[in-house]
């Protein structure tokens, strides 16, 4: 009888310690999908950690980070920021801060500390009608003093549309001093991204191409208020300007109309771009930047399939391979008897590839990155 | 394994509320729909094309949980040989003929009849076969994004919206909020992409405009749950609980998961909006008048 209990009680024990076991075992193999990203401060230094020149700066759950000597600094918190610009002199950079219902630029040291606030959008009004408050987007300052965004200062009654447009006003005037370069379209999506070049800006414009569908566009307005003119075509469903520190070429990601994203470049002669060519065509990409020294170009792309944004880094040896090294020539001298002997083809170049610079976070895809030598 | 059975409990019981519905449909069984055949239990896979109606409701406090408009409804159909998918959006402000009796917004016939009348109202005015019905709620959407970890879009334009409403995060469901998606690719949080796909008040096409932002977020949702494991589905029956119920039955299920994972091209799916001049405005009521006679044959064709 107390073999018969002891053998039930073993027995019992066996089943608890296998069924917790199972349902511990098939727990691991979950999939990985839903894991949440980890701070890009998380174990820095990384090891291994892929070094890139100067300071970037970049985005990830509303808080700026800067990459320096491959080790990821936090600037600010967690707070709603985005979309760091760096001014022309380096000193400081202007950024986004999200309220919610409304969004700020403000200029920030480089240690992500509040220098300036440079608008006021929230409504006096508060929460009573939120469509009262504005939004501000994609900053940008130019040496003469100019701050540049989008902005959905245009307002109509009755209208649902938000009209988002491209202003310019001096830098730390009231608001009031801002005025529309762009009307932002109607219904449209708007118009976003300003890079100014020269003496107009270079935007992306969302409108309905040909065949109804909206789709962006690089635009280029040379004055405020008139209507510029289309630099890409509908088709190419193209946006997210950057402008190569020597100001001779542009990155774009270019879509198509699809759910693709292409990083394409193309040459600027300050009047008209050159034709495109499309140098990452197997990656979602997202906000390319070139490097200060022109070594390269960083961009945000998932990590894994359908994942999370990761850092990646494509040398400009992926998009411009070094020109062939010249032919050996017969060496001179005397007559020479016989057929030349034919020059041996140079080796094959092995083909560069973009390198992945993170593998855990989750960077912010829509904001802009900012790089500074 | 009672441990292995402990695991899968909550999918089981996914499996047992949500699916293998029975239709009631309205008015004519017999003649507008038939069930699906009993699934057998063997996991064969499924080599005949099939048509399932995704149906997509406002469920908040707003409306009575039985009486909900399927704002959102869309066609798919799947050729399992050729590895084609084709999805047609149908407006929610389609002026058609109610199964139930009477005209109206198609998104009221599920309100009237449940899914039963939505299927027999779309088979009737599109004359189309459809073999089941996934219907899932507004946090439905969100929770299922969520557990999937987010899903990575390109966002094809900015969406900002001042009159969004605030029935997910506000407690008194009448509210609005502001929104704004910005534009490009992007990893997209399951609330981030039920504002994408549920925003219309900036789109010139309002309703038209927001079909296609849904139907690039099933493409990835897709995409996305092709990474799945089996031992994901307690997490992921646990997250929907409540939020999702469909015709097909669970054994169904088990045979379209190969399936999905077949089709790796997201640019193949054909993707149909009923703009202009498929439909038109001007109808009672602010709705849409559809042309039949561009739409039928549209219809026969890709969903013979």
């Known amino acids: ?373 | 394994m009672a441990g292995g059975l402990a695991y899968f409990i909550p999918a089981a019981q996914l499996a047992i509320e949500a699916t293998g519905k029975v239709i009631q449909v309205t008015p004519s069984p017999s003649a507008l729909f038939s069930p699906s055949p009993t699934p057998t239990p063997t996991s064969v896979p499924i080599t005949g094309a099939f048509t399932v109606l995704l149906l997509g409701s406002d469920d908040d406090s707003k409306f009575n949980a039985d009486h909900v408009l399927s704002q959102s409804m869309i066609l798919v159909r799947v050729v399992p040989s050729t590895k084609e998918v084709t999805m047609l959006s149908i407006p929610r402000d389609l002026y058609v003929h109610l199964s139930t009796g009477g005209y109206g917004k198609i998104d009221g016939a599920y309100s009237y009849g449940g899914p039963g009348a939505a299927i027999a109202t779309v088979e009737q005015d599109f004359n189309v076969h459809i073999d089941d019905y996934i219907w899932v709620g507004l946090l439905g959407l969100i929770k299922l994004i969520d557990a999937l970890g987010g899903v990575d879009v390109v966002t094809s334009n900015p969406v900002f919206d001042d009159y969004y409403p605030a029935d997910v995060i506000d407690p008194w469901p009448y509210d609005y909020q502001r929104v704004a998606v910005l534009a490009g690719p992007q990893h997209l949080d399951g609330l981030q992409a039920m504002q994408y796909v549920r925003s219309r008040h900036g789109d010139l096409q309002s309703d038209l405009g927001r079909s296609q932002r849904q139907q690039q977020v099933l493409i990835a949702i897709r995409q996305k749950a092709k990474q799945l494991s089996p031992e994901d589905l307690p997490r992921i029956s646990q997250a929907i609980g409540g939020e999702l119920k469909t015709s097909i039955g669970i054994s169904k299920v088990a045979q379209m998961l190969p399936l999905a994972a077949s089709f790796d091209n997201p640019d193949a799916i054909r993707q149909i909006i009923l703009a202009s001049p498929y439909t038109h405005g001007g109808a009672p009521g602010g709705s849409l008048y559809a042309n039949w006679n561009a739409i039928l044959p549209l219809v026969q064709q890709y969903f013979p």
């Not at chain 1, 270019?254 to 693709?260: D, M």
């Not at chain 1, 140098?279 to 390319?288: F, G, H, S």
């Open chain 1, 1 to 373: 009888m107390i073999q018969r209990v002891v053998l039930a009680l073993f027995l019992a024990v066996v089943m608890l310690f296998c069924g917790v076991s199972t349902y511990l075992y098939l727990g691991t193999k979950q999939s990985k999908i839903a894991a949440p990203p980890q701070k890009p401060t998380v174990s820095t230094p990384r090891p291994q950690a892929f070094v890139l020149p100067g300071t970037l700066y970049l985005t990830q759950s509303g808080a700026i980070y800067s990459l320096s000597s491959g080790r990821f600094h936090q600037l600010t918190a967690e707070a709603g920021w985005s979309e760091p610009a760096l001014a022309p002199n380096g000193q400081y950079m202007l950024a986004i801060k999200n309220g919610g219902y409304w969004s700020d630029v403000f200029a920030l040291d480089l240690f992500g500390n509040i220098a300036n606030q440079l608008t006021s959008n929230r409504s006096a009004t508060g929460m009573t009608d939120p469509s009262l408050d504005h939004w501000s987007f994609y900053p940008r300052v130019t040496s003469d003093g100019t701050l540049w965004m989008t902005y959905d200062g245009l307002k109509c009654d009755g209208c649902y549309d938000v009209q988002l447009a491209i202003w310019s006003m001096p830098y730390g005037a009231p608001i009031r001093q801002a005025r529309a370069w762009t009307d932002g379209g109607y219904y449209s999506g708007g118009d976003v991204q300003p890079i100014p070049v020269g003496g107009g800006v270079i935007y992306t414009k969302y409108s309905y191409g040909p065949d109804g569908k909206l789709v962006g566009q690089l635009w280029y307005t040379g004055r405020a208020g008139s209507y510029g003119r289309a630099l890409t075509d509908p088709g190419e469903d193209c946006r997210t300007p950057s402008l190569a520190p020597n100001g001779t070429e542009f990155a774009m990601i270019c879509t198509y109309e699809k759910q693709i994203s292409y990083l394409t470049v193309a040459s600027w002669d300050g009047s008209n771009l050159g034709p495109r060519t499309n140098i990452l065509t197997t990656q979602m990409v997202a906000q390319p930047t070139w490097a200060p020294d022109m070594s390269g170009i960083a961009y945000l792309a998932p990590g894994s399939p359908d994942g999370p944004f990761q850092l990646w880094w494509l040398p400009k040896a992926a998009y411009e391979p070094p020109p062939p090294s010249p032919l050996p020539s017969p060496t001179p001298g005397g007559p020479h008897n016989g057929p030349l002997p034919s020059p041996s083809p140079p080796p094959p170049v092995p083909p560069v590839k973009p390198i992945q610079v993170t593998t855990n976070n989750g960077f912010d895809a829509t904001s802009p990155m900012t790089w500074r030598s």
